[in-house]
């Protein structure tokens, strides 16, 4: 896989996502679902960033390991680091987007209440994917020999 597209894949994923759910979703998503969706996603996100913060700690411990060294001769290091930084935020954004969808859904016209779901789960799922990158980067660089 080339950079270019290990970097957007998980956007593109999100797109790919929200425009399925605008396209097929026929009827307006009920309130009983957001509000159970929106609950999830709050949960989802705080152990994603739990998660992910723990890879951070872990990559910045091993700095001195071989596999890092490697990174950083290869000019990665700052790359992989952003791959972990992205999602952190992705997943503080979905946690905001559940929230505001939690409260607020009600208050939405009818007219855009499957425009704004299929973004959430654009939002979700660009951060799921990103996410998933980071842990194959990362189980990656760890079976490598040492």
């Not at 290869?74 to 939690?102: H, K, N, T």
């Not at 016209?109 to 951060?127: C, K």
Request: with cysteine; hydrophobic share 60%; aromatic share 14%.
């Amino acid at each position: 896989m080339t950079l270019t597209i290990e970097r957007w894949y998980p956007f593109g994923c999100g797109l790919a996502a929200s425009f399925g759910i605008y396209l097929f979703l026929r009827t307006q998503p009920k309130e009983a679902l957001i509000s159970t969706l929106s609950g999830h996603g709050i949960n989802v996100a705080a152990i994603a960033v739990g998660f992910l913060a723990t890879a951070l700690s872990i990559l910045v411990s091993i700095e001195r390991a071989r596999v890092t060294q490697v990174l950083r001769d290869a000019a990665y290091y700052p790359i992989i680091i952003d791959y972990i930084v992205r999602p952190i935020r992705l997943w503080f954004g979905v946690a905001l987007a559940s929230a505001a969808l939690l409260v607020a859904w009600d208050h939405v016209p009818l007219a855009y209440q499957r425009a704004i779901f299929a973004a959430w789960i654009f939002l979700v799922t660009w951060a799921a994917t990103a996410t998933y990158r980071i842990a194959a980067i990362l189980a990656k660089m760890l079976r490598q020999p040492s």
